[in-house]
């Protein structure tokens, strides 16, 4: 279960970003980007399984996962994004199929709308992409990032474990949980995770969400109907503002939809 790891670099502007791909180079290229506080980990079912039809790629943003972490480091959506952008050159892809997870649905939908990143289709799973976003306590820990980063060890280990365990609507597994936490433990990884909540400002959102109605690719939104963090709702929103855009709600899942309902979301993206 804890399997997953990635074997390449690619130093961009914000840090090394640590990545991989899966499958045969010569099929139809597929991308998965992840949220927060997440990392490529929570692809891994669906890599491994789309690898048997396409050449599948994954990366952890930087400050995450198993990517650079640093003091002072850019990994807002705005650095985020660019980087995206620099990763396809640097891959190679022109016009790949991507899939994308809550803060990286945002990733890829600015470098598709700023940065002229071209897909041959899109897949938006519980995306944050529609203003208002953030939960209570995410905005808090926004507002007070400074404090926050000052907590003993041990409660902010708690802390997270409590915040990444709520994402999940039937609970985690005991080992995902331990591997979903683990890179914000230590120094580096508690000052990263109050970093990247610091900077999570709704106005890079703001910047795209009036040119949804210009996105003419395929366009698939997947939404977890127990979402505590993102509302359901949003994902109607959503597909209201993206032209031909189809939204597929999958019943039992959160937001963390690849574990809760893996198999309900492969069928929906391979559909």
Request: net charge negative; hydrophobic share 45%; glycine share 8%.
């Given at each position: 279960?804890?399997?997953?790891?990635?074997?390449?670099?690619?130093?961009?502007?914000?840090?090394?970003?640590?990545?991989?791909?899966?499958?045969?180079?010569?099929?139809?290229?597929?991308?998965?980007?992840?949220?927060?506080?997440?990392?490529?980990?929570?692809?891994?079912?669906?890599?491994?399984?789309?690898?048997?039809?396409?050449?599948?790629?994954?990366?952890?943003?930087?400050?995450?996962?198993?990517?650079?972490?640093?003091?002072?480091?850019?990994?807002?959506?705005?650095?985020?994004?660019?980087?995206?952008?620099?990763?396809?050159?640097?891959?190679?892809?022109?016009?790949?199929?991507?899939?994308?997870?809550?803060?990286?649905?945002?990733?890829?939908?600015?470098?598709?709308?700023?940065?002229?990143?071209?897909?041959?289709?899109?897949?938006?799973?519980?995306?944050?992409?529609?203003?208002?976003?953030?939960?209570?306590?995410?905005?808090?820990?926004?507002?007070?990032?400074?404090?926050?980063?000052?907590?003993?060890?041990?409660?902010?280990?708690?802390?997270?474990?409590?915040?990444v365990s709520s994402a999940s609507s039937?609970?985690?597994?005991?080992?995902?949980?331990?591997?979903?936490?683990?890179?914000?433990?230590g120094e580096t990884g508690q000052a990263?995770?109050?970093?990247?909540?610091?900077?999570?400002?709704?106005?890079?959102?703001?910047?795209?969400?009036?040119?949804?109605?210009?996105?003419?690719i395929p366009t698939l939104v997947c939404?977890?109907?127990?979402?505590?963090?993102?509302?359901?709702?949003?994902?109607?929103?959503?597909?209201?503002?993206?032209?031909?855009?189809?939204?597929?709600?999958?019943?039992?899942?959160?937001?963390?939809?690849?574990?809760?309902?893996?198999?309900?979301?492969?069928?929906?993206?391979?559909?």
């Open positions: 279960m804890n399997e997953w790891s990635l074997t390449r670099t690619f130093r961009s502007g914000s840090g090394d970003v640590r990545w991989d791909s899966l499958g045969d180079p010569g099929r139809d290229p597929v991308v998965l980007l992840h949220g927060t506080p997440f990392s490529s980990y929570v692809w891994r079912a669906a890599a491994r399984a789309l690898a048997r039809r396409h050449h599948v790629f994954v990366w952890d943003m930087p400050g995450y996962g198993a990517s650079e972490m640093f003091t002072g480091q850019d990994v807002s959506l705005a650095a985020q994004s660019t980087v995206f952008a620099e990763l396809l050159a640097h891959w190679g892809l022109a016009e790949p199929r991507v899939v994308a997870h809550d803060f990286g649905g945002a990733v890829s939908l600015r470098a598709h709308l700023l940065h002229g990143a071209r897909y041959r289709s899109l897949a938006l799973v519980d995306p944050v992409a529609l203003a208002p976003w953030g939960s209570p306590f995410f905005r808090l820990v926004g507002a007070h990032s400074d404090v926050f980063d000052q907590l003993p060890p041990a409660l902010h280990r708690a802390l997270v474990r409590e915040y039937p609970g985690l597994h005991p080992a995902v949980l331990d591997r979903l936490v683990e890179p914000w433990l990263a995770f109050y970093r990247q909540i610091a900077q999570a400002d709704q106005r890079y959102t703001d910047e795209v969400q009036d040119k949804y109605g210009e996105i003419e939404w977890g109907e127990d979402d505590t963090w993102i509302p359901a709702a949003k994902g109607h929103e959503l597909v209201a503002r993206i032209p031909g855009a189809r939204l597929e709600l999958i019943p039992g899942a959160g937001h963390l939809v690849q574990e809760d309902a893996p198999a309900e979301l492969l069928a929906a993206l391979l559909d």
